[in-house]
């Protein structure tokens, strides 16, 4: 954590400290029941975490991106659903400070900064995946608001969030179809519907649920920034700083795993001796070390990329690939170095396996990164004809 300042590190130090003593002791438990943690996510308030990634005037303790990234981090390595608490939150206040109008900063950054106001993003539908081009959610200017209808779907933190930038379109002719697509910063009222809450192998607690809207209204003012159109733009430089936290969960969810392999490894005997010494299983920690650490670095090179103010999604790509692929294999390896524990619920291992493929489809699959780092490597390399 060389890069860090010294106020930097105390807060990752703050975190990890918060994880040891206050997560660890309770999360299997939560897990389990699929209890959403509501005194786990007061802690994190209390903390400043929702407020790491906004600056004065509004937040009081902004860090860098690679002092967020390892503060995910370990929040992911305590329980990777409180990482995911924060996420969505913190790309929806990015988006904010990058492209919202004074009133927008002044009337939200505030309440955020402090988790009082929680927020989610909302850009999946039912059906459309990853093509967010082809969404079928519009809203129609009528007057001084708009009207909106349309479903989405895989929204994380839908019923504890209070503000939700919605990706839409305001102009369904338009041609190419992403410049007729805007952001509305919309807060739940009548027309809009929590529809259910789905069920998933991992990622417990935080809810992930369907909404529809029927009719539902938000004022004119809503849309984010001065025009309509720019919403595609907008939140791909917002997914920047999303796929940075969603690889810096994987990391932490691979350290987790390492660790507690690690440990298992030094106890536990046979033959006459730690399994760490069999081959085999040193093999393993070897793989799982080297994977992790690279996993970091890339992590650690994205933010860096990010906070230039260059453009940043190939290297956000790269490492949220990457490091999820390694964190799933890390997980499995995990399972394998505990042997029969591994598979039991009373071992953390099996959540680190179930929760670590959300990193590889979440904020964009590992599909769709490889042709983001494509696209860029091809760009950034262009050979005249």
Not at 309 to 330: N, T, V, W, Y
């Amino acid at each position: 954590m060389d890069e860090l300042t010294q106020e930097e590190s105390d807060i990752v130090e703050l975190v990890r400290e918060f994880v040891d003593n206050d997560v660890k002791p309770v999360v299997r438990e939560l897990e389990h029941a699929n209890t959403y943690p509501g005194k786990l996510i007061d802690q994190m308030k209390q903390l400043g975490i929702f407020g790491l990634a906004i600056p004065e005037p509004w937040g009081a303790a902004r860090v860098s991106t690679p002092c967020y990234a390892l503060v995910t981090e370990e929040l992911a390595r305590g329980w990777m659903s409180l990482a995911g608490a924060m996420g969505g939150h913190t790309v929806v206040a990015k988006l904010i400070q990058s492209y919202g109008t004074q009133q927008q900063q002044d009337t939200y950054l505030p309440q955020m900064a402090t988790g009082e106001l929680r927020a989610t993003m909302a850009l999946t539908e039912p059906g459309g995946g990853s093509d967010l081009q082809a969404m079928r959610t519009t809203a129609r200017r009528a007057g001084d608001c708009y009207v909106i209808n349309g479903a989405k779907t895989w929204i994380s933190n839908a019923r504890s969030s209070r503000l939700i930038a919605l990706l839409c379109k305001t102009d369904p002719a338009a041609r190419p179809a992403h410049t007729g697509i805007s952001i509305l910063l919309a807060e739940p009222g009548r027309g809009f519907t929590v529809s259910r809450d789905l069920p998933k192998l991992g990622y417990k607690g935080i809810e992930s649920c369907e909404l529809t809207f029927d009719d539902f209204r938000v004022p004119a003012h809503a849309l984010l920034g001065e025009r309509e159109g720019e919403g595609f733009a907008q939140m791909m430089r917002g997914l920047e700083i999303g796929r940075i936290q969603v690889a810096s969960r994987a990391v932490g969810v691979g350290r987790a795993a390492l660790e507690d392999a690690l440990r298992y490894a030094q106890q536990r005997e046979s033959f006459g001796k730690p399994i760490w010494q069999h081959q085999s299983i040193g093999n393993y920690l070897a793989d799982m070390v080297t994977k992790l650490t690279a996993a970091r670095q890339l992590v650690l090179h994205a933010a860096r990329r990010f906070d230039s103010g260059k453009r940043a999604d190939m290297e956000a790509g790269m490492a949220k690939l990457f490091a999820s692929e390694a964190a799933m294999q890390i997980a499995l390896d995990a399972v394998r170095i505990h042997g029969g524990y591994g598979y039991s619920t009373e071992f953390d291992v099996e959540r680190y396996f179930r929760d670590a493929p959300l990193m590889i489809v979440g904020e964009g699959t590992n599909e769709i990164q490889r042709n983001v780092i494509a696209r860029q490597l091809i760009k950034r390399n262009s050979v005249a004809p």
